[in-house]
Structure formats: structure tokens, C-alpha cells
């Protein structure tokens, strides 16, 4: 916990004052009510020695010291609902997902923990797709149709090569369509195609602010391969566009990491599983690493995340809240004193 305004603890050296004054004015009443003799007097003075006397003051002294702590403008890590609107999927379905290490097959196996993702994810997150292998694509823009993104992961066609980092540029092009942000332009560079007699050539992308990794609050990355990346954008390199705008990137690492498995031909295949690569990612842009080396186990990952992305613990302001705390603690205090002895003071 910090403090916006820390000078404001100050404050807080007077709250021994109040509990000095409350015990003058009861040693001044204890005088006044010694001039009566009526018996009836007595006892009322004797009954305001009981606990129920000394609960209203102790309860005001707890919402002053609660209104003095809240002018510091404390901010604390406090677990809230999750403010994102849009979660982008990056999957990967190259070749090496048609291997069966994973039941029934890795492709298979993520298509369905995919879609218990989307049906335990709250409705009015948005949820966009990406595809990649050699190349990547926007298989479904984010949108709130749930059937339209079922379909589209029904959909997926597998294809040679693996492209990590184009997979999350894509993603980035589909959180920032402002940053112009080309894939095409990022892997040839000069080598793409000319451009037409009337093409007008592309305004080149403005400079973005970097803010600090994780810090954007309005989307995020689920990224699942499950080998290294054979052409493309570099990965880190990818990942560091991530990190430059805050989006975190959740990584689920799929199948073997020793290299060796078979499709259910029976081809054998080699792809290894970049555990290192994938961890940096995750780090890097402050999100999580996860591997799934089994159906129930990727199941349980797609779980863990969407309860994780629902709650999480951000730093929040809490004067707004100690104050309303506060005042109801006041308010108590004052009802009571009305109960109680007809009177608030």
C-alpha cells in the first residue's frame, strides 16, 4: 500500500485528542450530577457509566480516524472484476497439430478447450480470433457472437510452417488498427510486391507511447503453439511490440518438449516444443506461461485463465470506499445515540 498524498498522515496526530476531550466532558458531567440529590438522578448517572455509554463516542473516533487515513488517498493491490473488453486467441494450426501425443489429436484437443473457454467467458467480453502457421490470418474479429467464433475454430485449416510472431502481431493490428500495423511489411520488408501506378504509397506508422508491460487494461493475448517458430517475425521481437502497449500474453506451450512425436498416420514428426521462447513472451510482456502436455491438462489451463481473467488484483484507490466506511460508522454512532439516550451528543 502507498499514498497519493502521504503529507495528509500528518493528520493523524490529533485523533489522541479526541479521547482527551471525551474523558473531560465526562469528568464535567460527573461534577454537575453530584448537585442532585433526587435518587432517580443517581441512577441515571450510575447508568451512564455502562458500556453503552462509551460505544457511540468509540464508534465516531473510528470514522474520524477512517476519514483522515482516506485524506491520504491510500492505494492498495485489492482483487476486482476484470475490466478488459477484448481477449484475442492466437492458435497455432500448423502441420505438427495433427499429432495424436495429445488426445485425440493437439488440434482437436484445443479446439475443444477453446470452446469451454468461450462458454464459461463472461458474455460481454469481446473475443477475437487468429490463426497462424507459415502465414496468419483473422479467422473471426472480435465480437460478442459466441456461435460465430465457434464456427470460425471449427473452421481451422491446417497449413505448413509456424509464424509465432506474426500470430501476435496480427493480434496487435486487431487491438491497435490506429498504430497501422503491417505483418506484410514487417516479414519482407523491401522484398514485397511493387506497388500499383495508382496505388498511393502507405503513410508510415506513427510513434506509439510506451507504457510499462501489462499496464493496458483492455485487452489481452492467449497464445497456444506447439513448436518454434520457423519463419515469420521474430518472436521476442513480437512480443516486445506487446510489451510496448501494455497487452499481456498468456502462453500455453502444447504436446512434448523432448521433440519427438507421430501424427496418426504414423509419419513421425520432429517439433520440438520453444519452452524458452515461450516463457520470455510471457514474461516479457507480464503475462503467464502454462504447458499442457495432455487433453485434461490444456482443458484445465483454458479454465485456470478465464477464472484469472475475470478477477485479478490492480492497484485501486481506496478513499472513495473509506470514506463511505466511514460515514456509515458515523451514522451508526449517531443512530445508537439516539436509541439509546435520546439525544446524539
Not at 501476435?168 to 511493387?194: Q, S, W, Y
Not at 497456444?224 to 500474453?249: F, H, P, Y
Not at 520440438?272 to 491438462?297: I, N
Request: charged content about 20%; overall charge positive.
Amino acid at each position: 500500500m502507498f499514498f497519493l498524498w502521504p503529507e495528509n498522515l500528518w493528520l493523524l496526530l490529533a485523533l489522541p485528542l479526541l479521547p482527551a476531550v471525551y474523558a473531560w466532558l465526562l469528568r464535567r458531567r460527573g461534577k454537575a450530577a453530584v448537585r442532585y440529590s433526587s435518587l432517580g438522578v443517581a441512577r441515571a448517572a450510575a447508568a451512564g457509566r455502562n458500556w453503552r455509554r462509551h460505544l457511540p463516542p468509540a464508534l465516531l473516533l473510528l470514522a474520524c480516524s477512517g476519514l483522515l487515513f482516506a485524506a491520504a488517498r491510500p492505494v492498495a493491490k485489492v482483487p476486482l472484476p476484470w475490466t478488459r473488453t477484448t481477449i484475442m486467441l492466437a492458435m497455432d494450426v500448423s502441420l505438427s497439430m495433427r499429432v495424436n501425443d495429445v488426445k485425440p489429436t493437439r488440434l482437436a484437443a484445443a479446439q475443444e478447450a477453446a470452446k469451454l473457454f468461450l462458454r464459461d467467458l463472461p458474455r460481454q467480453v469481446e473475443v477475437g480470433i487468429v490463426t497462424f502457421a507459415a502465414s496468419s490470418q483473422v479467422a473471426q474479429r472480435a465480437t460478442l457472437d459466441r456461435a460465430s467464433l465457434v464456427a470460425a475454430i471449427d473452421g481451422f485449416q491446417m497449413q505448413i510452417g509456424t509464424a509465432v510472431g506474426n500470430g501476435i502481431v496480427v493480434c496487435l493490428a486487431e487491438l491497435f488498427p490506429e498504430h497501422a500495423i503491417d505483418v506484410g511489411d514487417m516479414t519482407f520488408g523491401n522484398k514485397r510486391r511493387g506497388r500499383g501506378l495508382d496505388e498511393k504509397p502507405k503513410a508510415p506508422p506513427k510513434p506509439i507511447t510506451v507504457v510499462a508491460p501489462g499496464s493496458y487494461d483492455s485487452a489481452a493475448i492467449i497464445l497456444l503453439s506447439d513448436g518454434r517458430r520457423t519463419t515469420g517475425v521474430d518472436t521476442l521481437a513480437a512480443a516486445k511490440m506487446a510489451a510496448d502497449r501494455g497487452v499481456r500474453i498468456y502462453v500455453v506451450g502444447l504436446g512434448t518438449v523432448d521433440g519427438t512425436a507421430a501424427t496418426p498416420e504414423g509419419m513421425p514428426i520432429y517439433m520440438q516444443l520453444d519452452e524458452p521462447t515461450l516463457r520470455e513472451v510471457a514474461r516479457m510482456t507480464g503475462g503467464e506461461y502454462h504447458h499442457a502436455g495432455t487433453a485434461e491438462k490444456l482443458r484445465s489451463v483454458y479454465e485456470n485463465l478465464g477464472s484469472r481473467l475475470q478477477v485479478q488484483a490492480r492497484e485501486t484507490e481506496l478513499t472513495g470506499l473509506l470514506a463511505l466506511v466511514s460515514a456509515l460508522v458515523a451514522l451508526a454512532a449517531a443512530t445508537l445515540s439516539v436509541l439509546w439516550f435520546g439525544r446524539i451528543a
